[in-house]
């Protein structure tokens, strides 16, 4: 009876572990890859402990209607450009048909509302307003080696700061993921438009080379 | 073995310790010798060395299973990442083995079962971790400690493991802190559920109760009670709500230690900590603003009102036994203090003023430090008699705290109380040795 326990235990608990490990690889093997361009964090702090701590230009939409319901989990349609960028033009409260999407469980919506003097109570309604949202998409760590991510921690304040003194393609930092049915899995952060895991490896042979 | 002798392995061991030295200077025959070995049943094991072997074979089990995951990490990089999700899962299969074998070889060993839960647990929430960085799942400490500790249950109830048991209590407390939403509303089912999964473990603590193992039980219902105190402020109650909450809780503990001391399920520590907590209450009891805070509302109002009115259930039957069994008045009082917070607020709700109430709480702790003071006393105990001088002292000084009197009546004041205080204790300890003499 005891024996029977035991192998319930097993059966439940790496269904779980299985579960995690299996739906992400299925996304991974057959959903579509887009690309996030990463957008400057804290300075002081982008790395928490052994991962990079990312933001996403993609991550606030700005509208002048209202594009998403008034709550709940939400789906957002991604528009991919040619070089394979997403961007997010449109928040749904129901998956959409044909486009890729990314379900979205937090998100926060604020609005600008000027009204001028001569506005009345009557045309008030009538006043043009900006919708802002702030989404947390499901993606916002890359993993690295402990060793590493010193390194890389540098590297990525380098490519940010390059950024913004000589304007250079701002889509050389990005992060690679997977979209599949609103599920979205992280498979590769890019630095300068490599891979940081090679970037690091090429720069420490750059400069045991010196 | 006569089961209305107290179950307690340490003192019996130091009893059978004795009972060689007692022969050999006459105190005792060996007829009285062999007497009171059958009265206790056969020599147990020491408590101390059953326990520290459990420890270590809870210990092994993290050491082991960190050990080998830190060797994967070694080269985590460089395995590919199917490769590194199955890694994630080995040391779980090697847990299974484990608990094969000891259910199949070690069933009555606690050391194994101990080791094999922990070690599970352990293995269960590292497999969830590697794979949450192997596929960079954004982080949630909530949802990862609510996973493994549901996850667990099985284990911990298979094994009736009480080391696994903690894992799981400290598990669930952590998680609420973590989930609780310092900002927003929560809902009832955000509250309930704590409440649910911490009496998830009460069929292992009347498992342990039926198998007679009084020391296990001990300590997961003192882990558990612990739990259910460091939660109380995250479960969505006003000040009110969990102040009755705790004022109830320690009460029902003062209770169920005095009902049964010989046996006591509560440790004297918990005992104590719990009295320490009602005089505590007590003060802030004494003070007027503390009875205008008392509005509960919607959800929360319900929640609040369920969880009070299990507590007062439970404070009425175990007040009401204390008192068919004749146990000390001073127990009887200290064990009243949540009923009478309850019953005093009730009775006050729609009164305006806070004056009586305070007046009478005021009272009713006065009242409670002389009983104190007067069973202490006769009992010949000097620990009780300085509680009872503790809690009148106490709310004296409170109400000095409380008063517009100019800080030179104050510290007068103040001074005063402190000599009362000694001088009550000289005369009574002299009386007390003067009445033991005699």
Redesign the interface.
């Known amino acids: 009876m ?2 029977i ?2 192998l ?3 059966i ?3 269904a ?3 579960w ?2 299996a739906s ?2 299925i996304v ?1 093997a057959t959903g579509q890859e887009v690309k996030f361009v990463t957008s400057p964090v804290d300075p002081a702090d982008p790395f928490r402990g052994r ?1 990079v701590a990312l933001r996403f230009e993609a991550a606030v939409v700005e509208s002048e209607t209202d594009l998403a319901p008034a709550s709940g989990p939400i789906c957002a349609v991604l528009s991919v450009d040619n070089d394979g960028y997403a961007t997010i033009t449109a928040l749904l409260a129901d998956p959409p048909a044909d486009a890729p999407y990314i379900t979205i469980t937090r998100w926060y919506r604020t609005w600008d509302n000027p009204v001028p003097a001569e506005v009345t109570d009557e045309t008030a309604n009538d006043v043009p307003q900006t919708y802002h949202y702030a989404l947390t998409l ?6 690295m ?1 402990e060793k ?1 991510a010193p390194q890389a921690e540098t590297a990525y304040r380098e490519a940010l700061a390059n950024r913004t003194q000589t304007a250079a393609d701002p889509k050389g930092n990005y992060l690679a993921v997977c979209v599949r049915n609103g599920k979205a ?2 498979r590769q952060l890019y630095i300068d438009g490599q891979p940081v ?1 090679e970037m690091l490896r090429a720069k420490s042979q750059a400069e045991t080379a010196d | 073995m006569n089961t209305s002798v107290p179950n307690d392995r340490p003192h019996i061991a130091w009893l059978y310790r004795q009972l060689p030295d007692w022969r050999s200077r006459g105190i005792l025959t060996e007829e009285a010798e062999a007497a009171l070995r059958e009265q206790y049943g056969p020599e147990p094991v020491a408590d101390y060395r059953r326990i520290t072997s459990i420890l270590f074979a809870a210990l092994a089990s993290l050491l082991i299973g960190g050990g080998i995951i830190l060797l994967f990490a070694y080269n985590w990089e460089n395995i590919s990442r199917p490769l590194r999700a199955l890694l994630s899962i080995a040391p779980l299969l090697a847990t299974y083995a484990a608990g094969y074998f000891t259910l199949t070889r070690r069933q009555e060993h606690a050391t194994w079962k101990e080791g094999v839960a922990v070690g599970n647990i352990c293995a269960l929430a590292a497999a969830i971790a590697l794979v949450g960085q192997t596929y960079n799942i954004p982080g949630n400490l909530a949802t990862f400690l609510l996973t493994v500790s549901l996850l667990s249950l099985p284990t911990i109830h298979l094994f009736r493991s009480t080391g696994a048991a903690l894992l799981y209590l400290v598990g669930i407390v952590i998680w609420r802190w973590e989930s609780h939403d310092f900002h927003h509303h929560e809902s009832l089912h955000d509250y309930a559920l704590f409440w649910i999964l911490l009496a998830l473990v009460i069929p292992l603590l009347l498992r342990h109760l039926k198998t007679g193992s009084f020391h296990a039980s001990r300590i997961l219902l003192t882990a558990m009670i612990a739990a259910a105190a460091i939660a109380m402020p995250v479960q969505g109650m006003e000040e009110w709500g969990f102040l009755s909450a705790y004022a109830l809780t320690a009460s029902a503990i003062v209770a169920t230690r005095a009902l049964d001391d010989k046996n006591a399920l509560i440790l004297p520590g918990v005992s104590g900590l719990a009295h320490v907590g009602l005089f505590v209450i007590l003060l802030f009891l004494s003070f007027g603003d503390t009875w205008k805070t008392c509005n509960f509302h919607g959800e929360k109002a319900l929640g609040t009102t369920v969880l009070l009115s299990a507590l007062v259930a439970g404070n009425i039957a175990l007040w009401t036994l204390l008192n068919v069994r004749r146990k000390p008045l001073i127990a009887q009082s200290w064990a009243a203090i949540g009923l009478a917070t309850i019953a005093l607020r009730l009775a006050t709700a729609e009164v305006e003023s806070t004056h009586l109430v305070t007046a009478l709480a005021n009272l009713a702790g006065l009242a409670l430090g002389a009983t104190t003071i007067v069973c202490g006393y006769r009992a010949g105990r000097m620990g009780q008699v300085n509680g009872g001088l503790v809690v009148i002292g106490g709310i004296l000084f409170m109400r000095f705290l409380d008063s517009d009197m100019s800080l030179v009546l104050r510290g007068c004041g103040l001074i005063a109380i402190g000599i009362a205080f000694i001088l009550t204790n000289i005369i009574l300890s002299r009386k007390m040795r003067k009445e033991k003499a005699s």
Do not use: C, H, S
């Open positions: 005891k024996r326990g035991l319930l235990i097993a439940l608990q790496l779980a572990v299985t995690m490990i992400r690889e991974l991962y499901p993606f916002d760590r890359y993993y080696n590493a899995v992280a895991e």
